[in-house]
């Protein structure tokens, strides 16, 4: 679950092991936690002040963005915004993106496991893997973020609440026991310089909607997991696939074959902003674009034409737990 960028060209968002990942993590500290303003996300306090200071950016920013959007154009139906819509990116964003940790964190000091050590987890799980070796991912990019809230959620479901997983960030525990946790870790490409504001609001548009399980988690998914296979394009999590032979990205785990998956959803943003921005500067709205146009590439094109002319009805914004038998 995460956005890179190839050679820092045009954006493009690479799924990691999802269960696997987790051991790339984040780290704790019982120093004070900074909010955001508006979008609330709480930073990890020994994130590093040019992460920091980019996120305190991009927020502003994000407060002061005003579109001007119809009540039935995708963007309203995903934001769902009030008299003013970016209100609407911001509270998907608060329902979805909580905590945000350093490129530099690990995870080992950030997971509490019940009574089981994390060594014991980290064996159990480091089978798991998706399409694509990170060596090869690496020779295509720059992983952007990673939301690593989802990730911990499965584990989470799979080991079950009486050794349930938690985080500790800054000195509080937080039980992982919805996919919205929302924990996020930021990749090295976050703040290099010739990558544009659009572009990491996208981004975090992006991994937020990797916090819904849309239509919930399935008891086959479930025995999936536990059998160490991630439920690769699934609405729950709305994770990637594989992309397709004759794909710039053919095999690595880059593509949406659902619809209204993270790619869809940080499209219809970046849309927003080129379309519907009333105060975005032409620079902005032209590199929106492009933005966009790159990640609808990344949704299987069985679905793209049906998806915006509504074969699908309208996105499903919503986030279930496990499902019953």
Same mark, same amino acid.
């Given at each position: 679950m995460g956005k890179k960028h190839p050679a820092f060209g045009r954006s493009f968002r690479v799924v990691l092991p999802l269960l696997a990942v987790v051991t790339a993590g984040a780290t704790a500290s019982c120093r004070n936690v900074e909010i955001l303003k508006g979008f609330e996300a709480k930073l990890d306090p020994r994130m590093k002040k040019a992460e920091r200071e980019q996120l305190v950016d991009d927020a502003e920013r994000l407060n002061d963005l005003r579109f001007n959007a119809s009540e039935r154009s995708f963007f309203r139906l995903i934001f769902q915004g009030g008299e003013i819509p970016s209100d609407g990116v911001i509270r998907y964003l608060n329902e979805r993106v909580n905590y945000i940790v350093g490129s530099d964190a690990n995870v080992d000091n950030l997971l509490q496991v019940g009574p089981r050590s994390y060594r014991e987890l980290k064996e159990q799980f480091s089978t798991v893997s998706e399409p694509g070796a990170p060596a090869q991912e690496e020779s295509r990019g720059v992983v952007m973020a990673l939301n690593l809230g989802m990730a911990g959620w499965w584990i989470h479901e799979?080991? +079950?609440p009486s050794q349930g997983l938690s985080i500790r960030f800054a000195g509080n525990r937080v039980p992982?026991? %919805?996919?919205?946790? +929302?924990?996020i870790q930021l990749g090295p490409g976050y703040t290099d310089e010739t990558i544009h504001t659009v572009d990491r609001l996208e981004t975090l548009v992006h991994e937020g909607r990797h916090s819904d399980c849309t239509g919930g988690l399935s008891?086959?998914?479930?025995? &999936?997991?536990?059998? +160490?296979i991630p439920p690769l394009g699934s609405t729950c999590g709305h994770?990637?696939?594989a992309c397709p032979a004759g794909h710039p990205l053919e095999g690595l785990p880059a593509c949406d074959v659902?619809?209204? +998956?993270?790619?869809?959803?940080g499209a219809v943003f970046s849309v927003g902003i080129s379309r519907q921005c009333e105060n975005c %500067? /032409? /620079? /902005?709205?032209?590199?929106? /674009?492009?933005s966009a146009g790159d990640? &609808? %590439?990344?949704v299987d094109p069985a679905i793209l034409d049906q998806m915006f002319s509504g074969v699908f009805g309208a996105p499903d914004m919503s986030s279930q737990g496990v499902l019953a038998e």
């Open positions: 799979t080991l +079950g992982l026991d %919805s996919s919205r946790v +929302g924990l008891q086959q998914a479930l025995f &999936l997991l536990r059998n +160490g994770s990637h696939a659902a619809p209204w +998956g993270a790619y869809a959803v %500067s /032409e /620079e /902005e709205k032209q590199l929106a /674009e492009m990640s &609808l %590439s990344r």
